[in-house]
Structure formats: C-alpha cells, structure tokens
C-alpha cells in the first residue's frame, strides 16, 4: 500500500514538472513575439491586416500557386497572438476583421474580373456559387432547411471553440478564410449577373453571414486568451471580462441566427429581382 | 531547482512546444474536422 502511495507521487511529481517545464516553453515562445508588437499600433495594425489579408491572394493568383487561405492565416497568427497576450480585445477584433475586409475586397475584385481563372484558388467555390444561383432563381435548396442549418450552426459553435483550444486560431482562421472566399467568389459572380452592384455587394454578402464573422471573432479571441492563460500560468485578463466577451458572443451568435431564419427570403428575392432578365 | 515562476524554459524549448501544439492541432483537424467543422450554407 505504501510502495502504490509511493509510486503515485513519483508520477505526479513528474507529471507536475513536465507541465511546469511546458508553462516555460509557451512563455518563451510568446516572449519571442514582441519583435511584432510595433506592428500592432494605429495605422500600421491597418496596414499589416491589408498586407496579410491581399498580398497572398494577389501574389499566388499571378505565380498560380494554391494555399494562399494558409499562407495569410500562418502570417496573421502572430500579431493576432501578440494582441492577445496584451488584452487588446478591440484592437484584436478589429485586427481580424480588418483582415477579412481587406481579402474580401481583393478576392471579389478578381473573381469579378475573371471568374473562370480564379474559381482554381477557391476552392469550392464553384459548387457553392451554382448551388448560391440555383436557390436565388428557384428558391429551392435542402441546406436552406432549418432543420438543416440549425445543427449545423451549434455544431460549428463547438468546433470553432474547440479549435481555438487546440491550435490557437490557426484553425479556426483558415476555416475562416475558406469559408469566407466561399462568399467572395458567390458575390464575385453574382455581381457580373446583377443590375445593380452595390445591391448585389452588399445584400449578396448577407448580414447574418457578417454577424458570423463577428461572432467567431470574439470567440476565437476569447478562446485563444483563456488557452495561453492556461498554459503559460500568467493571468491575461479577469473571468468578469471573460464572462462578458461569450456574452457579446453568443449575442452575434444569436443575431446570426435570427436574421437568417426571418431575413433569408426577403434576401432571396431582393437579389433575385436584381438579375439580369 | 527550477519553480514554476520562472520566466521562461531557455535553449529550444520554445520550439518543441509550437510544434507540438501545430502539430498535435494538426492532427486532430485531420481526424475531427470534418466532423466538428460543418460548413453552413453562408
């Protein structure tokens, strides 16, 4: 009985120094991430979210390499992270969603220009787009099904969370960045099929969709601080705070919800009215 | 001996620790990512 007590000391002595020594790592390599923070202020936070957010697409597009969704997420994740260990919650949401603006407005550029080229660097985007046109000329599409969407949303909730545990926001961003151009190469194509562009813009990329974006951004925010804090064992901010960021969350959660559920026809017939007939 | 409120691990650590975390959440997108990451119609 002693010797068990014994051995079961031993392994969490070890247990405990192996986390400690893990602690020391992640503080280590959060240190090595103050050589972006210069990079985080005004308008330089501005111009490195235009950098990260256009350079890739717009480089890969003309060299035709792939991977461009990576190669911004793997470039955005470090200012973003350095935003999160500073508390900077403002500046971290605007940060991203910056980003996104920025890709939006290069990704939906080009594939106005020329959607054929450019359906190779979004991928699915083809499929998404037929599906987008099929539901806006006939109303008819399965996923449009609340009984459908409805799941899908809670689970993406729990995925996205977990994500942001597991991997920091690297996930969770390049789903990001997928899911977006999805969006873009729709918009993209249906601006070349509508009369009014500004209508196709902004009525093509829906509210509830924008709500999204918030949503997840605070979540991954979140999410990310809550993990470095853990895993470093350095407070980052106050559980009060904490609290109320999955309360402005599940808030953008909820308005994603709604305005698709009440919105999504008159959306629908808005753009449909806007085609080309 | 060290204790916890150290600054930092020094030498590679640093390393080994984002390459476990990349890694190790690399994996795990592979395996459950398609079925925690849904892609709701937009």
Redesign the interface.
């Known amino acids: 009985m002693e010797r068990k007590t014994r051995e079961k000391v031993v392994i969490e002595s070890q247990s405990v120094r192996f986390w ?10 959060f ?2 991430l103050s050589i972006f923070e210069n990079y985080t202020h005004n308008w330089r936070l501005v111009l490195t979210a235009a950098i990260v957010g256009v350079l890739p697409l717009m480089m890969f597009q003309k060299l035709g390499f792939k991977h461009h969704q990576m190669v911004s997420t793997v470039l955005m994740l470090p200012f973003f992270w350095v935003l999160v260990l500073k508390n900077r919650f403002r500046a971290g949401i605007f940060f991203v969603a910056a980003v996104y603006v920025f890709h939006g407005i290069a990704a939906i550029y080009l594939t106005q220009k020329n959607p054929m080229a450019m359906a190779a660097f979004f991928p ?1 985007g083809e499929n998404y787009w037929k ?1 987008q046109i099929e539901w806006i000329t006939t109303g008819f ?1 399965p ?2 099904d609340p009984k459908n ?1 409805m799941p ?2 809670f ?2 909730l ?3 969370s ?2 942001s545990v ?3 926001g ?2 969770p961003f390049y ?1 990001g960045f ?2 977006t151009d ?2 873009n190469f ?1 918009v993209g194509n249906l601006l070349q099929v509508s009369e009014n562009q500004a209508v196709a813009l902004t009525v093509g990329w ?1 509210t509830w ?1 924008v709500m ?1 974006g918030i949503c997840y951004s605070i979540i991954v925010f979140e999410m990310t601080s809550w993990t470095i804090e853990k895993l470093t ?1 350095k407070k980052l901010c106050e559980t009060k705070e904490r609290r109320q960021r999955w309360v402005f969350g599940l808030l953008f959660f909820s308005l994603d919800f709604g305005l698709k559920f009440f919105t999504m026809e008159n959306v629908r017939d808005i753009l449909f009215k806007n085609l080309h007939h | 001996m ?3 409120n ?5 030498g590679n ?6 390459l476990i ?2 890694v ?3 994996i ?2 592979m395996t459950t ?1 398609i ?8």
């Open positions: 400690n020594q893990f602690a020391r790592n992640a503080r280590d390599f240190r090595k699915g599906a599409d996923e449009y969407w899908m949303h689970i993406l729990v995925g996205i977990f994500f597991v991997t920091l690297l996930i789903q997928f899911e999805l969006m729709y829906h969709s999204r064992k | 060290r204790n916890d150290e600054e930092g691990g020094g650590g640093w390393l080994w620790f984002i975390y990349v190790g959440g690399g795990l997108y990512g079925l925690l990451l849904p892609i709701p119609r937009k």
